[in-house]
């Protein structure tokens, strides 16, 4: 069981991301689930500032911009986080498997948990090597700021199968 404590005692979950959210409805959904997920966990969401990309589109110029939003992923994590970053490489998991995980890591590592959603051009390779674990969620493409609702979604999930409470299957 994944520990509900209140205060210090609780897990503290970040999600380190890149660009804003302009959509109200996924606003909405972004709100409701750092709502619901209050009663297990710290959450943090921390939206870091997206490269605009130049009109023409050289792959080194993008290169530039990615490492711009990269470095300020990895200015942005806590030194003593365990890091999960959201890559299309990543494996692929359960809910179950995620709930799982999340415990194993509150238990035994650490209670301080960063999830890193990259920007429209992912995530270099330095942040991947930083990384503890690589999940994905799917090999479809997704836009970065659904999967942000995707991840509270099932970070919802992990602590209501951790917890044995009823949630939709």
Known sequence: MIKKDVGEN???INIVCVGKIKEEYLKSAIAEYSKRL???CLLKIIELQ???LPDKQYESTLNKCKEKECERIINSIK???YIIALDLKGKEISSEEFSEKIENIATNFNSNITFIIGG????TEKVLKISNEKICF???TFPHQL???FLLEQIFRAFKISNNETYHW
Not at 120 to 123: A, F, H, I, N
Request: glycine share 4%; no cysteine.
């Open 120 to 123: 429209t051009l992912g995530l």
């Open 10 to 12: 609780m897990l503290n």
């Open 38 to 40: 209050s009663k297990y």
């Open 50 to 52: 997206d490269e605009k």
């Open 79 to 81: 030194k003593e986080s």
């Open 138 to 140: 799917s090999k479809m």
């Open 147 to 149: 999967i942000r609702v």
